[in-house]
């Protein structure tokens, strides 16, 4: 019985159409099943995996850029207050009219510091305050000093040259810090005394952290003593850790006093693997589906002789089709499933790269976007020896405006002065950069400073017109903008950051001599 149903079978397949048909459909399905495995294994899976790689690397290394930015703003923060005359003579002093004028918890919080304290020559507090604008309230210092004078090498020294900066773990968590003497604004002394300044990396700075690189970090700051010993003895500027749903990089960071002792963590979610795996998996159900459709239809038509199959296979065919619908896009002229796979990847990568580069709520282009075309530009204008001229505009006390009107009046805000940015240029090579909570930034390739003051007074004309109430200002009843302009021509003793930085200190200038005015950066 056993030979005569292998023999039938064997007949089925060798002497009928329909048993022909059906095992090269078995043939093709397995052959096909194979092929799109493999694939997904041998190709697929690596180049997906190098992407999380790769961008967990630049995850890590944007928070790396990052976290140098905000050590260099304290810096130049320190810089303009250590030396300034009014600083001076408060160290000299004691005069209470510069406390009052200069160190409110509002005058702190608009430069983005937690804490300032003025040590005189003797190394004696004259004036120290430590804020949480968290709670809005001053929290006492006592302690936090009381660790300064305990490290009093690592923040006086006796040198009048003597300046440092960087982080540093302190009873009252991990700090930005930056110490320097205080001398008169021409740079001239002796030294006054010393003036320290920071900002604490609490929550907030975190959470901006994390939208910079769109994922998780840590920063630890003692108990990660296997990852500093594996990074000294590898040699490798980090560490990566691969688990089944995130990626894990740790690079050492030196602290205040040039150690490394600080660990920062990235951890990058792996979504490309997991969502490349979960289409291809989709796509060979889909494979499946259609080959045993297929071939139930092939079965109706030998069964009826080959006509009435015939028209429900045309029916089938034009009812799938209808059914499944025009594929989306024009990568492809293909019509099979590769086709509809690619168009589904390429509308996927044009989503995510909108993401990345827009900011939701202005529609302008964001900071992930100038890093990314800045360096070509550069270097062209390099080549060319043309002239850039950036803008950096601040719009004057929108947290006051924020809490007048409310946040969703502070976004609407937002979005006028994006309309009006938009207005005020023309040409298709000029971006328009949100760099900042209230912070516009406008790259003008080609444009020299005249032309950037140009476009500068036609915002704050337009901005005028628009008349938007801000009754909380203290320059005017309306909004209004403090506006820095620097210029250069890019070379490769300077770059984008050098300007910007020119910039912000022209936009600093406009701030301190009054606001709603521009200021234009000057050697």
């Known amino acids: 019985m056993y030979n005569n149903e292998t023999m039938r079978v064997r007949n089925f397949f060798r002497?009928?159409?329909?048993?022909?048909?059906?095992?090269?459909?078995?043939?093709?399905?397995?052959?096909?099943?194979?092929?799109?495995?493999?694939?997904?294994?041998?190709?697929?899976?690596?180049?997906?995996?190098?992407?999380?790689?790769?961008?967990?690397?630049?995850?890590?290394?944007?928070?790396?850029?990052?976290?140098?930015?905000?050590?260099?703003?304290?810096?130049?923060?320190?810089?303009?207050?250590?030396l300034w005359d009014d600083t001076y003579h408060f160290l000299q002093s004691g005069n209470r009219d510069y406390v009052d004028s200069n160190l409110s918890i509002d005058s702190l919080y608009n430069i983005s510091l937690n804490f300032m304290f003025f040590y005189n020559?003797?190394?004696?507090?004259?004036?120290?305050?430590?804020?949480?604008?968290?709670?809005?309230?001053?929290?006492?210092?006592?302690g936090f000093s009381t660790t300064f004078i305990q490290q009093r090498d690592l923040l006086f020294n006796g040198d009048e040259n003597f300046s440092r900066s960087g982080l540093l773990d302190t009873s009252m968590g991990l700090l930005f810090m930056a110490a320097r003497p205080v001398?008169?604004?021409?740079?001239?002394?002796?030294?006054?005394?010393?003036?320290?300044i920071g900002k604490v990396?609490?929550?907030?700075?975190?959470e901006k952290m994390k939208e910079v690189v769109q994922g998780e970090f840590s920063l630890y700051t003692g108990n990660r003593d296997d990852v500093l010993h594996e990074l000294n003895i590898s040699g490798s500027s980090f560490?990566?850790?691969?688990?089944?749903?995130?990626?894990?990089?740790?690079?050492?960071?030196?602290?205040?006093?040039?150690?490394?002792t600080l660990v920062l963590e990235?951890?990058?979610?792996?979504?490309?693997?997991?969502?490349?795996?979960?289409v291809t998996t989709l796509f060979i159900d889909l494979i499946l589906v259609i080959?045993?459709?297929?071939?139930?239809?092939?079965?109706?038509?030998?069964?009826?002789?080959?006509?009435?199959p015939l028209h429900k296979i045309t029916d089938f065919l034009r009812s799938w089709k209808k059914e499944s619908g025009s594929p989306v896009g024009l990568e492809t002229e293909r019509v099979d499933e590769i086709g509809t796979l690619s168009r589904g990847i390429n509308s996927f990568s044009r989503e995510l790269q909108d993401m990345a580069t827009t900011d939701s709520l202005t529609g302008l282009h964001n900071r992930h976007l100038m890093d990314s075309l800045i360096p070509g530009i550069w270097n062209i204008m390099s080549r060319d020896r043309s002239e850039i001229t950036i803008i950096l505009l601040d719009i004057?006390?929108?947290k006051k405006y924020n809490d007048t009107y409310g946040h969703q009046a502070g976004d609407k805000c937002l979005k006028e002065l994006g309309f009006i940015l938009k207005s005020s240029i023309k040409r298709s090579t000029d971006m328009i950069i949100r760099y900042g909570g209230e912070e516009f930034l406008l790259i003008l390739p080609a444009t020299a400073l005249e032309g950037g003051l140009i476009i500068a007074n036609k915002v704050q004309d337009l901005l005028q017109k628009k008349s938007l109430e801000h009754r909380s200002s203290e320059v005017s009843g309306h909004v209004t903008v403090s506006i820095g302009i620097a210029s250069a021509f890019p070379n490769r003793e300077n770059n984008l950051d050098l300007l910007i930085e020119n910039a912000d200190a022209a936009l600093y200038e406009s701030k301190e001599s009054g606001r709603n005015r521009i200021t234009v950066y000057r050697d």
């Open 266 to 278: 990235s951890v990058t979610d792996r979504n490309i693997w997991r969502y490349g795996k979960k």
């Open 396 to 398: 004057d006390f929108f």
């Open 183 to 196: 001398f008169k604004s021409d740079g001239s002394g002796p030294a006054a005394g010393t003036l320290i």
């Open 291 to 308: 080959i045993g459709l297929f071939t139930l239809v092939i079965l109706i038509l030998i069964r009826f002789i080959f006509i009435n």
């Open 121 to 142: 020559r003797s190394g004696d507090l004259l004036w120290g305050e430590f804020y949480d604008f968290e709670k809005w309230e001053q929290i006492p210092c006592g």
């Open 201 to 206: 990396i609490d929550a907030s700075f975190i």
């Open 15 to 82: 002497e009928t159409l329909y048993g022909k048909i059906l095992l090269i459909m078995l043939l093709t399905a397995a052959v096909t099943i194979v092929l799109i495995y493999a694939l997904q294994e041998a190709v697929l899976k690596k180049s997906y995996i190098q992407l999380e790689e790769e961008l967990s690397i630049k995850n890590l290394n944007r928070l790396t850029q990052v976290i140098g930015r905000d050590s260099s703003y304290i810096d130049r923060l320190l810089l303009d207050w250590s």
């Open 239 to 260: 560490k990566m850790e691969k688990e089944e749903n995130t990626i894990h990089l740790y690079r050492a960071l030196e602290d205040m006093e040039g150690r490394k």
